[in-house]
């Protein structure tokens, strides 16, 4: 079937983007947590503002700046001799920032449940913010990381704005499968979008309602 190609690509771009956001976003959503800074509510800012801005005003200026000539592309050219946009790569920078508060939003809200006298436990008997981080906060924030995973898979694998604004529509490279709703609606083959449409709606529900039931069992421990 034609639909397993946008199928799978979506998957690899899903997969690779949550397994990038939840750790290097990690330590990010540990000091949105617990840091009194005036920049705090900047950088959360910042961090959310994917959520409010349109998918094609974020996909332009990710264009811009991962272009040949940008800022990022111009540097990704020069070592790798290959451009960063209409390109797999492109693709999971561009889904890393988009997703990006549907990742660390989960993560922070779990860190700031933690107790504090438990972080100060650990530093009292020698650990060090590193240890104390890694062997209490994470551990019991669980529940954020399951959220944050769930979420930015799911929000990765219908995107569609972005990656047609960076990646283009490539078979093979860039081609997800919104891409591939949006030309099948657009050449009238509805029974191929809404066989790709209602994988999507499929997966969407059972991945949120896994994710209510594994918090539900946690909230009642």
Not at 51 to 73: D, N
Not at 166 to 188: C, K, M, Y
Request: hydrophobic share 55%; aromatic share 12%; glycine share 8%.
């Amino acid at each position: 079937m034609t639909e397993l190609g946008p199928l799978f690509l979506s998957a690899k771009l899903a997969l690779v983007t949550t397994v990038i956001l939840v750790l290097l976003g990690a330590p990010l959503a540990w000091w949105l947590s617990q840091t009194r800074s005036r920049w705090q509510p900047i950088v959360q800012a910042i961090v959310a503002m994917p959520i409010v801005l349109p998918p094609t005003v974020l996909g332009f200026y990710l264009l811009v700046v991962l272009g040949p000539y940008g800022a990022i592309g111009g540097w990704w050219l020069s070592v790798t001799g290959n451009a960063l946009t209409f390109s797999f790569a492109g693709l999971v920078v561009a889904s890393c920032i988009y997703s990006l508060p549907f990742a660390i939003q989960p993560m922070q809200n779990a860190f700031e449940a933690v107790a504090r006298k438990n972080i100060e436990a650990a530093w009292t008997l020698g650990a060090s913010r590193l240890d104390a981080f890694l062997t209490v906060a994470v551990p019991l924030s669980a529940r954020g990381f399951v959220s944050a995973a769930v979420l930015s898979f799911a929000h990765t694998l219908g995107e569609f704005g972005v990656v047609l604004m960076v990646g283009g529509n490539i078979p093979g490279e860039t081609r997800v499968v919104s891409i591939a709703i949006f030309d099948h609606v657009e050449t009238l083959n509805y029974a191929a979008a809404h066989r790709l449409s209602l994988i999507l709606v499929a997966f969407a529900f059972a991945s949120l309602l896994a994710m209510f039931i594994i918090n539900r069992r946690w909230s009642r421990r």
